[in-house]
């Protein structure tokens, strides 16, 4: 009897961490993995432009504004793409001169950074972890067991949901470091069908990594 108790207590352990594993690899939101620049350090940055990088104007305005007001919490002026330049400059593709150009333009207006944030990719997942409901029953049989599974066969225990992979990165437009990388990310989402969710819990990543690598708040 104990040995059957300690048993079910060790399934139970199991399960749980298992849960654990599963909640936490389908969190809404994850950092795959960073970079920072090491050989940058002690940057006085001030004033940072930002810049979503997508053809939706509606989700670049709301993603730019409210990059804008987390960095001004932390004391950083930061101005959105959308309302400095014109609103035709997204819409054809620059040279590399006209990019020095606009860089010049940055420099003058005493932009010392600049974040780029843009979706490369996604990609439909299928969820699990229902499947995983019967893990502590104990099942007789082949017979038992396969029947109280097989609707996983039908499709009924999983659901598919849409991840995001997006790469983020801030550049110096400061003289000590001119063009060089500061840090750069990349952040997978899962899409909540909320564009206000998802851009808030992205915000969340971004500014935890960026404050624990003190690339921006010293």
Known sequence: MKAIIIFRKLKIYRFSFLLCFLFIGCSSINLVEQYT????ANLDIRKVLVIGMTPNKDIRRIFEKKVAVEFNKQNVIA?????F?????TENQKSE???NQIQAQLKEANFDAVL????????????VAQAYRNFLRDFDSFTDYYYYNQEIYGGQESESYLLYHTETSLYCLCPAAERQILWKASIDIVDTERIDKNINDYIKVLFKNLKDNQILFK
Not at 79 to 83: A, E, G, M, P, Y
Not at 118 to 127: D, F
């Open 37 to 40: 620049n090491p050989a940058i």
């Open 79 to 83: 101005v959105q793409s959308i309302d």
């Open 85 to 89: 330049f014109e609103k035709s400059f």
């Open 116 to 127: 780029l944030a843009k979706v490369t990719g996604q990609e439909e997942k299928i969820a």
């Open 97 to 99: 001169r006209q990019l």
